[in-house]
């Protein structure tokens, strides 16, 4: 398998950890969408990544759909799985990490911190979009918490699921620009220990965004 991904991206992060915890193999080949490249925009028109390339050349867009993908063609379902009650609480999960926590911190603090950068943008980063982002970022986190005294995964009680790697990943690449303030949020931070101690976030903290160095404590377990 072949992904085409970004490392700023949160939406390629959570492709990648469904991938690794799925079981599968797979290379990486980096696609900066911003600067357009005929070879992928013949791939994917829309010019976005996440794109799995599968090993038998079917190609799967967009990061929704490479893990509804995973979770149609797996036997052993690792991502979304239980009763349906069970399942929906992880679908509710996911898609508040990928839309709302998207819509009120991830588009204020990460695109005016790294992604406007990383489009060599001339425009400065909003301040005041920032402070309002780290207000919300706060409010969800608490949120999280508050669910983690009550299960030791984010959305279910017995093992990681897709909700716990959506959430993972937006928040290491938060992390990666020190904006948690770990000490205010003891159970989430045993949470994110969890996961970055699992084989598939390895990879994650030790790459690294050109032009961007990580937090002192992001690729390590002891913070």
């Not at 508050?146 to 699921?161: C, G, K, M």
């Amino acid at each position: 398998m072949l992904l085409y991904h970004y490392p700023a991206s949160p939406f390629c992060r959570k492709a990648r950890l469904a991938l690794s915890e799925s079981g599968y193999e797979f290379s990486l080949r980096l696609e900066k969408t911003w600067l357009p490249n005929p070879d992928f925009l013949r791939i994917n028109p829309a010019g976005e990544v996440p794109v799995l390339v599968t090993g038998d050349d079917k190609t799967i867009i967009g990061h929704q759909v490479i893990c509804e993908y995973l979770v149609e063609t797996l036997e052993e379902q690792s991502l979304i799985y239980g009763p349906p009650a069970q399942a929906a609480e992880i679908r509710r999960m996911v898609a508040w990490c990928d839309d709302k926590f998207v819509r009120e911190v991830g588009r204020s603090i990460l695109y005016e911190r790294m992604i406007k950068r990383l489009k060599s943008s001339a425009v400065p980063p909003d301040s005041r979009a920032i402070k309002a982002g780290r207000t919300h970022l706060d409010t969800h986190l608490l949120y999280f918490s508050w669910l983690l005294e009550r299960r030791q995964w984010l959305a279910a009680t017995t093992s990681i699921s897709l909700a716990d790697m959506a959430a993972a990943s937006h928040i290491s690449l938060l992390d990666y620009l020190g904006e948690i303030k770990w000490d205010r949020h003891k159970e989430l931070k045993l949470w994110y220990y969890r996961v970055k101690s699992r084989r598939s976030f390895a990879p994650l903290l030790t790459e690294t965004i050109p032009g961007f160095e990580p937090a002192p404590t992001y690729g390590t377990l002891d913070f």
